[in-house]
Nanobody, 122 residues
Framework: QVQLVESGGGLVQPGGSLRLSCVASGRTAGVYAMAWFRQRPGREREFVTA????????YYADSVRGRFTSSRDNAKNTVFLQMDSLKPEDTAVYYC???????????????WGQGTHVTVSS
């Protein structure tokens, strides 16, 4: 079984930065495309970014493009989400997810982490 564990959330002031990590552990045979989703208070979960298995393609939601950067270190089975110029509307629980394949992540991935809370507030 593969497990995903996010970390790096917390409280940050508007304009600040955070770096989230998602580590895949367990029977991690293979390299997987990974995505970040978030659920803002009172809203449905939404797509943030996705990165293919070797990092050759990265997708961003319009709301975060230019402020968030997705990357990965396959040697450490870890993906990162660098979040800069944070806004109060970025406050959410952030989840990493995968469909356990290298090429893409669907809208409804089969495997999710437990989430990490990000609060942007002064």
């Amino acid at each position: 079984q593969v497990q995903l564990v996010e970390s790096g959330g917390g409280l940050v002031q508007p304009g600040g930065s955070l770096r989230l990590s998602c580590v895949a552990s367990g029977r991690t045979a293979g390299v997987y495309a990974m995505a970040w989703f978030r659920q803002r208070p009172g809203r449905e979960r939404e797509f943030v970014t996705a990165i293919t298995g070797y990092g050759e393609t990265i997708y961003y939601a319009d709301s975060v493009r230019g402020r968030f950067t997705s990357s990965r270190d396959n040697a450490k089975n870890t993906v990162f989400l660098q979040m800069d110029s944070l806004k109060p509307e970025d406050t959410a629980v952030y989840y990493c997810a995968t469909d356990l394949r290298a090429s893409s992540v669907s809208d409804s991935p089969v495997l999710w982490g437990q989430g990490t809370h990000v609060t942007v507030s002064s």
